[in-house]
T-cell receptor
Framework: AQKVTQAQTEISVVEKEDVTLDCVYE???????LFWYKQPPSGELVFLIR??????QNEISGRYSWNFQKSTSSFNFTITASQVVDSAVYFC???????????FGEGTQLTVNP | DGGITQSPKYLFRKEGQNVTLSCEQN?????MYWYRQDPGQGLRLIYY???????QKGDIAEGYSVSREKKESFPLTVTSAQKNPTAFYLC?????????????FGSGTRLTVV
């Protein structure tokens, strides 16, 4: 069975600080997909990134970066120079090959204070 | 524009009543999903459907029912058997072609039992 663990329940930082959100996953499949979503107070899920298990190249997109390491089954997410608008709940999720479901972690509530 | 429409946005139910949450997509996606989110928790899968007239139970299907009579529609009924239905409900959809597991989410329905 697949499982996603986000050990950090809440993180609070001051604006302009860098912050890393941790994600550890478990799966028996060799082909799988990892996702990060952002959920602002309004409730909708905003897609941030998808990676497949064959692509361990780390990615940077503006102030966001992702560190995917199969050896440690981790897919961590870093926000550089955080802003108040980054305040939200962030979810890491996993989908297996041919999978019919997206399994979510418990989420990390990020609060960026001015 | 293509997307997923969930309605209503807010729903109030009296104890003992059944209510139906609507989910419609015009993305021509094959699979559709219903998730439940409780405060401070992650998303848990209720039901999902990969083709018309077929659906499978997720992790917390008890007290819920679904139908998939059309590819575009996947309504969720919360029955009186659901002991604690107050929650935020999210619908999602995706294509099932290999290598493209982008999930699209609706904006959610907040159900409250009064």
């Amino acid at each position: 069975a697949q499982k996603v663990t986000q050990a950090q329940t809440e993180i609070s930082v001051v604006e302009k600080e860098d912050v890393t959100l941790d994600c550890v996953y478990e799966t028996r499949d060799t082909t799988y997909y990892l996702f990060w979503y952002k959920q602002p107070p309004s409730g909708e899920l905003v897609f941030l990134i998808r990676r497949n298990s064959f692509d361990e190249q780390n990615e940077i997109s503006g102030r966001y970066s992702w560190n995917f390491q199969k050896s440690t089954s981790s897919f961590n997410f870093t926000i550089t120079a955080s802003q108040v608008v980054d305040s939200a709940v962030y979810f890491c999720a996993l989908s297996e090959e041919g999978g019919s479901r997206l399994t979510f972690g418990e989420g990390t509530q990020l609060t960026v204070n001015p | 524009d293509g997307g997923i429409t969930q309605s209503p946005k807010y729903l109030f139910r009296k104890e003992g009543q059944n209510v139906t949450l609507s989910c419609e997509q015009n993305l021509n996606h094959d699979a559709m999903y219903w998730y439940r989110q409780d405060p401070g928790q992650g998303l848990r899968l209720i039901y999902y459907s990969q083709i018309v007239n077929d659906f499978q139970k997720g992790d917390i299907a008890e007290g819920y029912s679904v139908s998939r009579e059309k590819k575009e529609s996947f309504p969720l009924t919360v029955t009186s058997a659901q002991k604690n239905p107050t929650a935020f409900y999210l619908c999602a959809s995706t294509l099932l072609d290999t290598g493209n597991y982008g999930y699209t989410f609706g904006s959610g329905t907040r159900l409250t039992v009064v």
